[in-house]
């Protein structure tokens, strides 16, 4: 399977960004002292759920503090349209950041598989 990664996406001084309206896979990242680190792996349409996430309503408290301060966020997404490579893409990013010791605000652990030589977004 090939995972290729959009360019780094930031959030514009108003809000302004441009993100696919395709489904897919995206990361989240914070900058912290000049660091990425990745706060959420994800997927779905992917301008849907970006919406979803700077929105105030976010129900996941950790993520609607990372997106509170959208100057310090970037993005990186993946479009693919089969249900079952999203699933198996995100649980391999979702585990690689988690073993890698990034402090995740994922609620769940995302169902898939482990992918071998993928490349990484962050």
């Known amino acids: 399977m ?3 990664w ?8 108003n809000g302004t960004y441009e993100f696919p309206d395709d489904d897919g ?3 989240i990242s914070e900058i912290i002292n000049g660091q990425y680190v ?3 792996v994800g997927q779905g349409n992917i301008y849907r759920r970006m919406e979803d996430h700077k929105s105030s309503s976010e129900q996941n408290d950790c993520l609607r503090r990372v997106m509170s301060d959208l100057s310090n ?5 993946t479009i693919i349209n089969n249900k079952t490579e999203r699933d198996n893409v995100e649980y391999t990013y979702y ?5 890698e010791g990034h402090r ?3 609620d769940l652990t995302p169902s898939g598989q482990w992918l071998v030589g993928i490349p990484l977004p962050f």
């Open 38 to 40: 990745v706060r959420y």
């Open 73 to 77: 966020v970037k993005v990186k997404s």
């Open 6 to 13: 959009s360019p780094e996406i930031g959030f514009g001084p």
């Open 25 to 27: 896979v995206y990361v």
């Open 104 to 106: 995740l605000c994922n």
């Open 95 to 99: 585990q690689h950041y988690l073993n």
């Open 2 to 4: 090939t995972v290729v």
